[in-house]
């Protein structure tokens, strides 16, 4: 079983900037894939950003150029900086991880809104 913990939501004004983590836990697990995701009101969940172990790094069109994911495996912590925040941006934003045994763990999710 994988805990995931996330942090470093809130509300900013556009064009401002949020870093979000997102720290796992647990016993005898080893990350392949982190991703993160959100789902804004009335909408499906998103894939906003995903890193697998290689270290690349995949975007969703709406947030190139803006937004950098990253991990540090020796804390088996994910990051999201999100920069030149947009109202569009507003969602709650989920944590993703894939363990090497296959299994997927979703965070609580953290709040991310961005005012006009």
């Known amino acids: 079983q994988v805990q995931l913990v996330e942090s470093g939501g809130g509300l900013v004004q556009a064009g401002g900037s949020l870093r979000l983590s997102c720290t796992a836990s647990?016993?005898?697990?080893?990350?392949?894939?982190m991703a993160w995701y959100r789902q804004a009101p009335g909408k499906q969940r998103e894939l906003v950003a995903r890193?697998?172990?290689?270290?690349?790094?995949d975007y969703a069109d709406s947030v190139k150029g803006r937004f950098t994911i990253s991990r540090d495996n020796a804390k088996n912590t994910l990051y999201l900086q999100m920069n030149s925040l947009r109202p569009e941006d507003t969602a709650v934003y989920y944590c993703?991880?894939?363990?090497?045994?296959?299994?997927?763990?979703w965070g609580q999710g953290t709040q991310v809104t961005v005012s006009s």
């Open positions: 993703n991880v894939r363990t090497w045994r296959g299994y997927t763990y």
């Open positions: 647990g016993r005898d697990f080893r990350i392949n894939a």
């Open positions: 890193i697998p172990n290689s270290g690349s790094t």
